[in-house]
């Protein structure tokens, strides 16, 4: 089966660092993307790792080590617009329609 | 630019009804999808197309079918509405070699 494991939710406070995992079984791995969605809103696109390591976006980061099918999403300097739930997704092919896989989500509770 | 386009943003059905979700994009992607948002399920496939003309099933087809008109639009019908599709729908599109998505703003379904 195909299964992408994430905690359902993290609180923390404004100023701080949070981590958000995801571990995954999938066929057909290609890369990980991470995805933001604030209540009511669409996902929007965050960060998306095609290779092992570490690719940084301003106060975000995320990181991919595919011998341990394991990625995470750092959320930096927290900002109280942070909460919204995050969501790890797997591409599963790079043929034209590139297709993902999402986890059921994690939602960041930022607290002043 | 407007991106990517729902409508309606809110429908309420009677069990047994139909009727037809609209996307359109204008970003010229070749690729779009459709996936339902269930409470803690993060999102699921329903249906994708990677060009004009083609269309294949995703997670869970089972009481939609789809049509691409064109490039632009994409769209999604129940043909007999059922409490269990009661779910928030999102289209999105991608372009090939860009591992991105770009949602609509979600499509809000009640089935009572």
């Known amino acids: 089966g195909q299964s992408l494991e994430q905690p359902s939710e993290v609180t923390a406070v404004e100023g701080a660092i949070v981590q958000i995992n995801c571990t995954y079984q999938?066929?057909?791995?290609?890369?990980l993307s991470w995805y933001q969605q604030h209540d009511g809103g669409a996902p929007t696109f965050l960060s998306y790792?095609?290779?092992?390591g570490l690719e940084e976006t301003g106060r975000f980061s995320s990181f991919l080590s595919r011998s341990d099918s394991y990625g995470y999403l750092l959320l930096q300097e927290l900002q109280m617009k942070d909460s919204a739930s995050y969501f790890c997704?797997?591409?599963?092919?790079?043929?034209?329609?590139?297709?993902?896989?999402f986890g059921a989500g994690t939602q960041v509770v930022v607290t002043p | 630019n407007a991106g990517v386009t729902q409508t309606p943003k809110f429908q309420v059905l009677k069990t047994g009804q139909s009727m037809t979700l609209q996307c359109a994009q204008d970003?010229?992607?070749?690729?779009m999808y459709w996936y339902r948002q269930d409470p803690g399920m993060g999102l699921r496939l329903i249906y994708y197309?990677?060009?004009?003309?083609?269309?294949d099933k995703g997670e869970v087809p089972n009481g939609y079918n789809v049509s691409r008109l064109n490039k632009r639009e994409f769209s999604l019908r129940l043909e007999s509405a059922a409490p269990s599709q009661t779910s928030v729908y999102f289209c999105?599109?991608?372009?090939?070699?860009?591992?991105?998505?770009?949602f609509g703003a979600g499509t809000r379904l009640s089935v009572l």
């Open positions: 790792n095609g290779l092992d």
């Open positions: 999105a599109s991608g372009r090939i070699g860009k591992n991105i998505q770009y």
């Open positions: 970003m010229n992607h070749n690729s």
């Open positions: 197309s990677a060009s004009e003309g083609t269309t």
């Open positions: 997704a797997v591409l599963m092919t790079t043929d034209s329609w590139g297709k993902l896989q």
């Open positions: 999938t066929s057909g791995f290609y890369g």
